[in-house]
């Protein structure tokens, strides 16, 4: 058995297991192929839609450059519109003296208390008191702005031009309490006036709020911008401007310390340094980036702008430059769609001969598996042939040495009767048990006899128990044991096979002689009738011993071929036949043959 599992595992499991390997091995390389494949085409297919990213990038860069907006950033922070521009000082703190100071403040308290209260003619008046003895420019100027809105709403409008044509002239960089210089808020009144002889001073009033603009903060140029009308065109384009640049910045604020380029969701910004006024500073521009439609049938598309791609998911990416080697703008994603991707189809492919190559592993060992068993088997068959053979051997030997030997003797001269009647009885007892054998082995060798119905006729079982016990008390008497019976006088009329009945219980006898006790063996033959009757409920014949017994794990085991449980190596004659032949004829009576017992207290047969 050792020998055939070696070669079975030599000739047929280590090949297998080589196979199996191999096989493993080029199913997951297969599959790291395909997903490499999956990986370059889809690399291939980002790089073409990048190259449309791209295209439109260059062409948003050229506007960009030509664009005259532009934002100025130094150390990495953000220093407006015009590097070269004063820092603008807080309109909370005028120009001159304490005094100067005090009547100004007392000028134009009294003159808005006027114009809340409606009277606007004295609120002229107010403005004027103070304005002779006044100095300071910044003081000054204040006043007459002041002045000019009240004439202007008194009705003397050419009290109102000049005042303001004054504040034109001389009120550049005065600070106003409103946000705006003097002279751009004068600028932006005159503006507003539009009569038709002040034409000249309009058309210099414009020319000097557009110059102005770069040195203004976004919010107070959009509300000079709103305030000019019309003519307020270009200023209000350039409002627009400034606020998508400044979005755009605080979207990628790293445009103001590093990068050259940058995409922030419609805008694209450019960053080149330059020197202005001495000083190297960013310059920064924005235009319009539109991107161009991604479509690639059976794929999702996406455009991400940033260095880096967003991480996890199947996706390939390809970076968007400006020009080789430029920033990085961003990322076009290339993935296939859902349910299934090609990356699904690729693992259940995999799987799928993973799962084929498992099943001939299963196949292959369940066939082992049943090689061996099927070995084992027909090795143990044939061990319980040369088992039979022996036994057999040994059973037919005795009763033809026997009847031999008795023949003999019966055949000398001057036998006295005596003598010959006691050879005669050895005779027939041995021949009936050499009967018994070959009937037992002619049931086993025809299994189809076993199938067949017994031929039943009416019977006296009671008197046929009495015959086979008389002809075993001879035998029990032979080897030391008491033999009784129970039940058997009188009359138990049934419809049975007589001979098969005869033959359970003399194998039946046989076994509990065969493995009585050493001393003070019995054996006991009891015959009862049925619960309705012999005629229609049957009878339960038994055979009750005191021998050995068998323990709980056993008791069925005692009915198998050849088998003789754990009295195998016990010096008893028997081939494991008697009691398989027993209950394979019960059960053709339409019976059968059952068995309690305790271990060292005997068994009973049913």
Not at 370 to 383: H, K, M, N, S, V
Not at 393 to 400: A, D
Not at 528 to 556: I, T
């Amino acid at each position: 058995m050792r020998r055939a599992a070696l070669l079975y595992a030599l000739i047929v499991l280590l090949p297998a297991a080589q196979l199996t390997w191999w096989a493993w091995r080029a199913v997951d390389l297969e599959h790291r192929e395909g997903l490499e494949a999956y990986a370059r085409m889809t690399r291939e297919f980002a790089k073409l839609e990048a190259a449309k990213v791209e295209a439109a990038a260059r062409e948003a860069a050229n506007l960009a450059e030509a664009s005259p907006v532009a934002g100025y950033a130094e150390g990495g922070r953000w220093i407006g519109y015009d590097p070269a521009a004063p820092p603008a000082r807080a309109p909370e703190e005028p120009e001159g003296t304490p005094e100067e100071r005090r009547r100004w403040l007392l000028s134009r308290r009294g003159g808005e208390a006027y114009e809340a209260r409606g009277d606007p003619g004295r609120a002229l008046d107010a403005y004027a008191f103070y304005l002779p003895a006044i100095r300071a420019p910044e003081l000054r100027s204040r006043l007459r702005l002041a002045g000019a809105r009240a004439a202007r709403a008194a009705g003397q409008r050419d009290l109102a031009r000049g005042l303001l044509r004054e504040v034109f002239a001389t009120g550049e960089g005065h600070a106003t309490e409103e946000g705006p210089p003097a002279d751009l808020a004068a600028a932006v009144a005159i503006l507003h006036e539009g009569c038709a002889e002040d034409e000249p001073l309009r058309a210099e009033a414009r020319s000097r709020l557009r110059d102005a603009a770069p040195r203004l903060a976004t919010p107070l140029l959009a509300r000079l911008a709103a305030e000019v009308s019309p003519g307020g065109e270009d200023l209000r384009g350039l409002v627009e401007a400034r606020r998508t640049l400044e979005a755009a910045v605080r979207a990628c604020p790293e445009v103001l310390a590093w990068r050259d380029a940058a995409i922030a969701g419609s805008t694209l910004l450019l960053a080149r340094g330059e020197e202005r006024g001495g000083r190297r500073v960013r310059a920064l521009r924005s235009a319009p980036f539109v991107t161009p439609e991604l479509a690639l049938e059976g794929y999702w598309l996406q455009w991400v702008p940033g260095e880096t791609p967003p991480p996890g998911g199947d996706a390939a990416s390809h970076p968007v430059r400006l020009a080789d080697g430029g920033p990085v703008l961003g990322q076009v994603l290339v993935q296939d769609l859902p349910l299934p991707t090609r990356r699904d189809y690729l693992d259940r492919r995999r799987w799928t001969k993973r799962a084929f190559i498992g099943l001939q592993v299963l196949v292959v060992l369940g066939g082992g598996a049943a090689f061996l068993i099927f070995l084992r088997r027909e090795r143990e068959l044939a061990r319980l042939r040369a088992r039979l053979l022996a036994n057999v051997s040994h059973e037919l030997k005795t009763p033809v040495t026997s009847v031999r030997m008795f023949s003999e003797m019966l055949s000398e001269p001057g036998l006295d009767p005596a003598q010959a009647r006691l050879f005669g009885g050895h005779l027939r007892r041995e021949a009936a048990r050499l009967s018994q054998l070959l009937e037992n082995l002619l049931d086993l060798s025809r299994p189809e006899r076993a199938e067949a119905e017994l031929a039943r006729e009416p019977a006296d079982l009671a008197a046929l128990l009495r015959e086979v016990a008389e002809g075993f008390a001879y035998r029990a008497r032979e080897e030391k044991a008491a033999f009784r019976t129970e039940g058997v006088d009188g009359s138990l009329p049934l419809e049975t096979n007589p001979g098969a009945v005869e033959r359970i219980v003399l194998n039946l006898l046989d076994n509990a002689l065969k493995y009585r006790r050493a001393e003070g063996a019995e054996v006991v033959l009891s015959l009862a009738a049925g619960s309705s009757g012999a005629a229609g409920g049957g009878a339960r014949n038994a055979v009750r011993d005191n021998g050995p017994g068998n323990p709980r794990g056993e008791r069925e085991r005692v009915f198998e071929e050849f088998d003789r449980g754990r009295f195998v190596d016990y010096a008893v004659k028997g081939a494991g036949l008697g009691l398989p032949i027993a209950r394979r004829l019960a059960r053709r009576l339409g019976g059968d043959l059952e068995l309690e017992s305790r271990e060292g207290e005997g068994s009973v047969f049913t």
